[in-house]
C-alpha cells in the first residue's frame, strides 16, 4: 500500500516556475515507478511524465518535453515536478501516481488527491 499527498501547487503567472511535491507513505515507495499527470476542467486526465524506481529513465508528455523535469529523492520518499516556462494551457489539477509505466492512468495503482496549478495570462 502506498499513500501519496501532493503539495506545491498554486497560481503563478505565464513564464513562471513551480516545483510539486509528492511524499510517499509505505516503504514501497523505493520500488515503485511515480508519475504526474494532470486534469484540466471539462478534461481528461492526461499524462505528463513519469519516472523509474531507480531514478534512471523517464518519459514525459511532448506538451512538456523541454519544461518540465520529473525527479525523485529515494531516501525522503518523494517525487518532484519542476515545473519552468508554464503557459495558461498548464493550468489543470495536478496528480501524482504510482505503481505503472505507461501513459494510460489505469496503469497506476495509487493515487494522490491532487494540487491545484493556475496559471494566468
Known amino acids: 500500500q502506498v499513500q501519496l499527498v501532493e503539495s506545491g501547487g498554486r497560481l503563478v503567472q505565464a513564464g513562471g516556475s513551480l516545483r510539486l511535491s509528492c511524499a510517499a507513505s509505505g516503504r514501497t515507495f523505493s520500488s515503485n515507478n511515480m508519475g504526474w499527470f494532470r486534469q484540466a476542467p471539462g478534461k481528461e486526465r492526461e499524462f505528463v511524465a513519469v519516472?523509474?524506481?531507480?531514478?534512471?529513465?523517464?518519459r514525459y508528455a511532448d506538451s512538456v518535453k523541454g519544461r518540465f523535469t520529473i525527479s525523485r529523492d529515494n531516501a525522503q520518499n518523494t517525487v518532484y515536478l519542476q515545473m519552468n516556462g508554464l503557459k495558461p494551457e498548464d493550468t489543470a489539477v495536478y496528480y501524482c501516481a504510482a505503481g505503472g509505466w505507461d501513459t494510460d492512468p489505469s496503469g497506476y495503482a495509487y493515487w494522490g488527491q491532487g494540487t491545484q496549478v493556475t496559471v494566468s495570462s
Open positions: 519516472i523509474s524506481w531507480s531514478g534512471v529513465s523517464t
